[in-house]
């Protein structure tokens, strides 16, 4: 007996997740999205995985591009992460959103971000109306300068009390 997508997003709007910020290029420039499915899966590898719509822009995007960066966002970010979510408009112009820097490797990142993880694409898998791309991480840093993270809670944006 399958449940209905209204029970199943109620339940899961319960689980709280960190939010992050995908960026990848779109020719010349980029394009940016908010994602809250991503998972650690190996340190031998290091591997990460990211779950995009197939119908997104983001989704075509990352088919293309192969490699990406994930920005971790903070409570400072907030604002950012909604734009990231909710305008699809803002999405196609992210330097214009905010503070930002092109790697050594061509990502896109964000300053202020808590930290960021730049990949390769290594594998793709259907996952429903979502695709998995399992990432090779080939570089990452920690920011000293934010501390408390953003989490997506119940359907608000919320600091990590600590």
Same mark, same amino acid.
């Given at each position: 007996?399958?449940?209905?997508?209204?029970?199943?997003?109620?339940?899961?709007?319960?689980?709280?997740?960190? !939010?992050? !910020? $995908?960026?990848?290029? #779109?020719? *010349?420039? =980029?394009?940016?999205?908010?994602?809250?499915?991503?998972?650690? !899966?190996?340190?031998?590898?290091?591997?990460?995985?990211?779950? %995009?719509? *197939?119908?997104?822009?983001?989704?075509?995007? $990352?088919?293309?591009? *192969?490699? =990406?960066?994930?920005?971790? %966002?903070?409570?400072?970010?907030?604002?950012?992460?909604?734009?990231?979510?909710?305008?699809?408009?803002?999405?196609?112009?992210?330097?214009?959103?905010?503070?930002?820097?092109?790697?050594?490797?061509?990502? &896109?990142? =964000? *300053?202020?971000? $808590?930290?960021?993880?730049?990949?390769?694409?290594?594998?793709?898998?259907?996952?429903? #109306?979502?695709?998995? =791309?399992?990432?090779? !991480?080939?570089?990452?840093?920690?920011?000293?300068?934010?501390?408390?993270?953003?989490?997506?809670? &119940?359907?608000?944006?919320?600091?990590?009390?600590?």
């Amino acid at each position: 007996m399958a449940i209905d997508a209204t029970l199943y997003k109620q339940v899961m709007r319960r689980y709280a997740t960190g !939010v992050m !910020v $995908l960026t990848v290029r #779109d020719g *010349k420039n =980029f394009h940016a999205v908010t994602v809250n499915s991503v998972t650690s !899966v190996s340190l031998e590898p290091i591997l990460l995985l990211v779950c %995009l719509e *197939k119908n997104a822009r983001s989704h075509e995007l $990352l088919q293309e591009a *192969k490699t =990406f960066a994930l920005n971790i %966002l903070s409570e400072a970010q907030a604002e950012l992460g909604k734009t990231f979510a909710y305008d699809r408009a803002a999405r196609n112009e992210p330097r214009a959103q905010s503070a930002h820097f092109v790697s050594a490797r061509g990502e &896109l990142l =964000f *300053k202020d971000s $808590l930290g960021y993880f730049e990949c390769r694409v290594v594998a793709e898998y259907a996952g429903g #109306d979502h695709t998995i =791309f399992l990432g090779e !991480v080939a570089n990452a840093a920690i920011s000293g300068a934010a501390m408390t993270p953003l989490i997506y809670f &119940l359907g608000e944006w919320e600091a990590l009390a600590r």
